[in-house]
């Protein structure tokens, strides 16, 4: 089986652009899909080698698995294990435990069964969780458990029936997935069965499925367009795709051309390819990948803050360096054989199998009980003094029903069964007002009623034309039927009304932006759109008998509280606080909507929680020792508590101004 130095090169496209995208999203939309074109080169290679074997009469499981740990282990127990220590060292107790959580997930090649379980890919924040990367590596593992058995299996079937199994597996696995992206893009995005066809681009290339192309010039063409599918993948695609489902062939097929091309010909592309700086960069693929993600996370994690294009450069070439001594003096020396000595079959490897086992078993066994060690005390806390604990307790500070009730509609316990009810209407930062809202409503005797689901605006004929991710429609519908249905007396709506007028979180470029008109995103035209969509959902509510207060947003943090909270206790720094200033000009444009919204219904009240925690030009992020935030925007139990009396004028019958 011949080296390809252009299949090399092909990973170090792959590689760059993933990590360019990771680096920031807006400088290649599309660059999450070089791990597409790893599945298939992957599939490729892999499914080759089996393929061999299985030829020559010498394939063994056991062999197969071998190859597999020397090729991924070592490098990946290094990674986890640098990871780990910059865990234990930075990462809060809450943020550890789950830490603890992915590392146990990662080491049993699990991992993206346990982030579709916690995270969507596209909308973590960019600075907590260190290990998402490895969902990728875990796809490629289980599909190995599976596919070489598969193989022998088949290894007895005629040509044709393997190959129309094979395709027919493909073309099931690739209809699901897009039928995932359209229904459950979460699990479509992590899981094995919607990206298995990925895998098997490349695995019917290796077994000779696909004719072979003997004219120059077609190869020529296809490789050509190959590459230009890649790139425009890389382009065109974004976070806003469907994917991994139609949208994904452009990567795929394109990366499947180009090894195809190459296979009897040495094409212009092949060439390309196979120039020394882009083999270089392939050769340290595996490595680099694992330890961008890692260098970029607790990077953000200690900034807490966008970082700048030169500290982004820097962070890319420590990762470079950090890759390179990884392949150097890790990959190799367990990949490296010895020249074959006379009668053996193949040549010996340089580290033996019970040294690899035995390395890879202790590492293995050391990180597992480290992790359930933090899992099982909660993050290992008493590794901070206790100021600094309490204000880290501020990240669990969160309404116990808040996973259970998003998206629903949620009646709290308030002791009043039978009085009238309140509502409470909006996004996540209306479920982080419930805790207060229930106690209010138990002392005065009232039913409460929280409805809210994450990044949908309490707005009748509210659409984000800028990302498909969020449909909120139906769930109005559904909070305006149980309005009608219980004659529903008073409203409250409550939403990061900032974030959907500005279109980006605390003005910071991170996600698509929302675009609430279809011409284009302009924070102008969302903060007409949002006054219109108010006003008409106020009229809406009144026609429906009932009184509407509108509670304006708490001030953005710009970072997690808790954690700037935590380090100015450890350097003995002053308290951290949000800017007044700053606060009132991100909030403008948001808050005139709202002022226009109320202008045609002058019993429709405002209420503004900002002004409890302004003081002195400054708004507070704690209050007697405890976070008012359990994150970057949203209150903490202990921060809906303490802004309870401003939150009561919502419930007071008549206008607020």
Request: aromatic letters at 8%; charged letters at 20%; proline letters at 7%.
């Amino acid at each position: 089986m011949h080296y390809r130095p252009d299949i090399d090169g092909l990973r170090a496209l792959a590689v760059v652009a993933v990590v360019i995208y990771h680096a920031d999203h807006g400088w290649l939309p599309g660059g999450f899909t070089g791990v597409d074109v790893f599945f298939v080169i992957s599939g490729y290679l892999i499914t080759r080698l089996i393929a061999a074997d299985l030829d020559r009469g010498q394939f063994s499981l056991a062999t197969f698995y071998e190859r597999r740990a020397r090729r991924s282990l070592p490098a990946l127990l290094v990674v986890l294990a640098a990871a780990t220590a910059a865990a234990l060292a930075w990462l809060l107790p809450e943020e550890l435990a789950r830490f603890g959580e992915s590392l146990l997930a990662t080491l049993l090649f699990g991992s993206n069964v346990y982030f579709w379980q916690v995270n969507d890919y596209f909308a973590t924040p960019p600075d907590s969780t260190p290990l998402l990367h490895t969902w990728s590596l875990a796809v490629e593992e289980q599909f190995y458990l599976v596919f070489p058995l598969v193989l022998v299996a088949m290894a007895r079937c005629r040509a044709p029936l393997r190959a129309a199994l094979l395709w027919a597996a493909l073309a099931g696995s690739l209809l699901l997935a897009e039928w995932g992206a359209h229904h459950k893009p979460t699990p479509a995005f992590y899981l094995g069965p919607t990206r298995a066809w990925e895998l098997l681009c490349g695995a019917v290339l290796a077994l000779r499925m696909v004719p072979p192309i003997r004219s120059r010039a077609v190869a020529e063409l296809a490789a050509a367009a190959g590459l230009a599918a890649i790139g425009a993948g890389f382009v065109f695609l974004s976070e806003q795709s469907r994917f991994p489902g139609i949208a994904a062939l452009l990567p795929c097929v394109g990366a499947a051309l180009a090894i195809h091309a190459g296979e009897g010909h040495r094409t212009l592309v092949s060439r390309l390819l196979g120039l020394r700086s882009l083999v270089a960069v392939g050769l340290i693929s595996y490595s680099l990948y694992l330890w961008h993600w890692v260098v970029l996370v607790y990077a953000r994690h200690l900034a807490l803050r966008e970082l700048t294009v030169p500290e982004l450069a820097a962070l890319i070439a420590l990762s470079v360096g950090l890759a390179a001594l990884t392949w150097r003096f890790v990959e190799q020396p367990f990949r490296r054989t010895r020249p074959a000595v006379a009668g053996a079959t193949r040549p010996s490897p340089m580290v033996g199998t019970r040294l690899l086992a035995a390395s890879a078993a202790a590492a293995s066994v050391r990180l597992a009980a480290g992790a359930a060690a933090i899992m099982a005390t909660g993050g290992l806390p008493g590794r901070l003094p206790p100021s600094a604990l309490e204000f880290a307790r501020g990240q669990q500070s969160v309404w116990d029903r808040r996973s259970d009730c998003e998206g629903r509609i949620c009646e709290l316990d308030t002791g009043a069964p039978d009085r009238p009810a309140v509502l409470l209407w909006g996004d996540s930062h209306a479920a982080a007002l419930a805790p207060a809202l229930q106690e209010l409503a138990a002392a005065e005797g009232r039913r409460a009623i929280v409805a809210f689901k994450h990044s949908c605006p309490p707005l009748v004929g509210f659409r984000n034309f800028g990302s498909y991710a969020t449909e909120c429609r139906p769930f109005v519908a559904q909070v305006l039927q149980r309005i009608d249905a219980e004659r529903i007396g008073r409203v409250i709506l409550h939403a990061r009304w900032p974030w959907y007028v500005e279109g980006t979180r605390n003005e910071q470029p991170t996600g698509a932006p929302f675009q609430l008109t279809p011409e284009g995103f302009d924070p102008d035209g969302n903060a007409r759109a949002v006054a219109t969509l108010l006003a008409q959902t106020i009229a809406a509510l009144r026609a429906r008998g009932a009184e509407v207060t509108v509670v304006t947003s708490v001030p953005e943090v710009g970072g997690d509280a808790p954690e700037l909270l935590v380090r100015s206790v450890l350097r003995n720094d002053p308290l951290p606080h949000v800017d007044a200033a700053g606060f009132a000009a991100r909030t403008a444009r948001s808050h005139a909507a709202i002022a226009a919204a109320l202008v045609a219904d002058p019993a429709a009240a405002v209420v503004h929680l900002y002004p409890e925690l302004r003081r002195d030009g400054r708004c507070a992020l704690a209050r007697d020792g405890r976070a008012l935030y359990h994150d970057d925007d949203h209150l903490s139990i202990d921060g809906a508590r303490f802004l309870r009396q401003a939150l009561a004028q919502a419930l007071a019958p008549g206008p607020l101004r």
